[in-house]
């Protein structure tokens, strides 16, 4: 089932929909706009004294009533991390499947490292186990790549796996840089 971005009223990225979700919005009055081109019509009741059948046309975007917020903190979990990542072992260069990735520590948490965006790394199991509890320079293994915290619409991508196109054009206007990912 297609997923509807809601945005707050400043247009910033506040979460995934169900159609559903999306539909009892409308059907609320709690959609203040809609972006992208309308979804195929979904079908409701027909009105006993009309006898005409409803319909409701959903936007792939949905900005909805609610108070807007100025700091998105993006949840970090290894999907989204591994997505970041491009799959990808930022040691090695390796591409692999979530089963043969970790989530490494540049610096080690051992060693007073936290468990945060710009201190975590998508490390193959072998990788991670010869850097053990060394920073990258200490293991002689430099990162292929600078860890980062998404913004919230890099984060917003990154959290699902099908994102429509209009959905995919808004969200991709506001990336800090041109990701491999996000083609």
Known sequence: M?????????????????LQEAISAYARGDVVYGIGDSLPPVFGGIQRLTGLRSTIEVQPIIAT?????????????NRTLFRRDDHRCLYC???????????????????????????????????NWQKDNKTPEEAHMPLLAIPFRPNPFEWHFLAKDRVLADQMDYLSQQFRADRDWAH
């Open 93 to 127: 260069g390796v591409q692999g499947s979530r089963s043969h990735l970790t989530r490494d520590h540049v610096l080690p948490a051992s060693r007073g490292g936290t468990d945060k965006w710009e201190n975590v790394v998508a490390a193959c199991k072998r990788c």
């Open 2 to 18: 297609q997923a509807i971005l809601r945005l707050d009223l400043a247009g910033q990225p506040r979460g995934w929909l169900t």
């Open 65 to 77: 009533e609610g108070r807007i917020f100025d700091a998105f903190t993006p949840p970090l979990c």
